[in-house]
């Protein structure tokens, strides 16, 4: 098992940014590709980002390149999402989560966070 926390998430206005969090205990962090996932009210889960399990290969949503940067620090257990230029269309909870690879597809990720919210003001 892999238990997930989320934090970071807040109000900000357009053109601001945040920085999420998602601190990993359990089993080995470094043994898992990661990834940042959201949902908007009434809407499905939509993948964000994704990083590989050493860090050197990220993967963005088209919606977010340029705009979000994914990153990790094994040695602390700790994933990261730096947003920047955030636009209202943005607002959604956001998850964490953990698969055997750098996947697209929430089906694929074996264990979840419980979310935080991000609401982006315009």
């Known amino acids: 098992q892999v238990q997930l926390v989320e934090s970071g998430g807040g109000l900000v206005q357009a053109g601001g940014s945040l920085r999420l969090s998602c601190a990993a205990s359990?089993?080995?962090?470094?043994?898992?590709?990661m990834g940042w996932f959201r949902q908007a009210p009434g809407k499905e889960r939509e993948f964000v980002a994704a990083?590989?399990?050493?860090?050197?290969?990220?993967y963005y949503a088209d919606s977010v390149k340029g705009r979000l940067t994914i990153s990790r620090d094994n040695a602390n257990n700790m994933l990261y999402l730096q947003m920047n230029s955030l636009k209202p269309e943005d607002t959604a909870v956001y998850y964490c989560?953990?698969?055997?690879?750098?996947?697209?597809?929430?089906?694929?990720?074996?264990?979840w966070g419980q979310g935080t919210q991000v609401t982006v003001s315009s």
């Open positions: 990083i590989s399990w050493g860090g050197s290969n990220t």
């Open positions: 989560a953990a698969a055997l690879g750098a996947y697209s597809e929430p089906a694929q990720y074996l264990y």
């Open positions: 359990g089993r080995t962090f470094s043994n898992y590709a």
